[in-house]
C-alpha cells in the first residue's frame, strides 16, 4: 500500500513537473500576446488622436469661415444703418429748414 500511495505520488509530482516545465513557453506566448495589444492599443490611440486633430482643424477652419462671413454681415448691416441714419438726419435737416422759414 506505501508502495502504491509512493507510486501515485511521484506520478503525480512528475504531471506537474511537466506542467511547470510549460510554464515558461505559455509565459513568452502570454509575453508576447501583451506587447501585440499594446502596439494595436497604441496605434489606435495615435489614430484617434489624428481623427480629432484633424476633426478640430476642420472645426476651426469652419469657425474661422463663419466668423468671416459673420464680419461682413455685420459690416454690411452697419453700412446699411449709417446710411439710413444720414438720410433720416438729412430729412430732419430740410424739415428744420421749412418749419424756420
Keep these: 500500500m506505501a ?3 509512493i507510486s501515485e505520488r511521484v506520478e503525480s509530482l512528475e504531471v ?3 506542467r511547470l516545465e510549460e510554464l515558461p513557453g505559455r509565459m513568452d506566448r502570454l509575453e508576447a500576446q501583451i506587447l501585440d495589444l ?3 492599443v497604441r496605434e489606435q490611440i495615435s489614430q484617434a488622436v489624428v481623427h480629432t486633430d484633424t476633426r478640430f482643424d ?3 477652419s469652419a469657425m474661422r469661415v463663419l466668423h468671416e462671413q459673420g ?3 455685420s459690416r454690411t448691416l452697419h453700412a446699411e444703418a449709417m446710411s439710413q441714419s444720414r438720410a433720416l438726419y438729412e430729412d430732419l ?5 421749412h418749419l424756420k422759414g
Design 3 to 5: 508502495k502504491a500511495g
Design 38 to 40: 499594446r502596439s494595436e
Design 58 to 60: 476642420e472645426a476651426m
Design 71 to 73: 464680419m461682413i454681415h
Design 93 to 97: 435737416v430740410d424739415r428744420l429748414k
Design 16 to 18: 506537474r513537473v511537466t
